[in-house]
């Protein structure tokens, strides 16, 4: 079992920035590739982003990439999502899960999720 608890969430302005954190307690992180999504009301859960065991690679989504970079530290068991430029769009519940798998955008290869932190951007 990995448990996995996300912080830094909160509300800004058009343009602001924030930096969210997870942190994973449990079975050995740095096997796990991590990934961060979010869920907008009244919608779907989305790929945001996905980091590499190892931190070498990542993945975003279209709608992020230039904005937000993903980072971990394995020695602190905390993988952090620096997002810049934010837009009244990225509001959202976020989210950090873990994958034995792969950094990949499909949900489904995330065994463990966090609680989610709300990040909400006005305009």
């Known amino acids: 079992q990995v448990q996995l608890v996300e912080s830094g969430g909160g509300l800004v302005q058009t343009g602001d920035s924030l930096r969210l954190s997870c942190v994973a307690s449990g079975r050995t992180f740095s096997v796990y590739a991590m990934g961060w999504f979010r869920q907008a009301p009244g919608k779907e859960r989305e790929f945001v982003g996905a980091?590499?065991?190892?931190?070498?690679?990542?993945n975003y989504a279209d709608s992020v990439k230039g904005r937000f970079t993903i980072s971990r530290d394995n020695a602190r068991n905390t993988v952090h999502l620096q997002m810049n430029n934010l837009k009244p769009e990225d509001t959202a519940v976020y989210y950090c899960?873990?994958?034995?798998?792969?950094?990949?955008?499909?949900?489904?290869?995330?065994?463990?999720w966090g609680q989610g932190t709300q990040v909400t951007v006005s305009s």
């Open positions: 980091i590499s065991w190892s931190g070498t690679r990542t």
């Open positions: 899960a873990a994958s034995p798998r792969s950094y990949d955008s499909y949900p489904g290869w995330y065994d463990y």
